[in-house]
């Protein structure tokens, strides 16, 4: 009896430390995927649009290096 009572608290008390990040939405719930799908977008247009500026600011260095190429081919 007591074995039991043992492995069931265990089981109880290892449940209560797994909690899921993210939320997974029901099969027909479509406001729950449209937020998700939102919320997704919003962070890869974040994380692109500071690659995209650290590609402009190359692009002075970038036409440099290939002028002074070109010059170097005639």
């Known amino acids: 009896?007591?074995?039991?009572?043992?492995?069931?608290v265990l089981i109880f008390s290892f449940n209560s430390f797994i909690s899921a990040e993210e939320k997974k939405c029901r099969t027909f719930d479509v406001a729950c995927k449209t937020k998700n799908?939102?919320?997704e977008t919003k962070e890869f247009q974040?994380?692109?649009a500071g690659d995209g500026?650290?590609?402009?600011?190359?692009?002075?260095?970038?036409?440099?290096?290939?002028?002074?190429?070109f010059k170097q081919r005639k």
């Open 1 to 8: 009896m007591i074995k039991i009572l043992l492995i069931v």
């Open 37 to 39: 799908f939102v919320n």
């Open 46 to 48: 974040k994380r692109k």
């Open 53 to 69: 500026v650290s590609q402009l600011k190359k692009i002075p260095e970038n036409l440099k290096k290939k002028h002074d190429q």
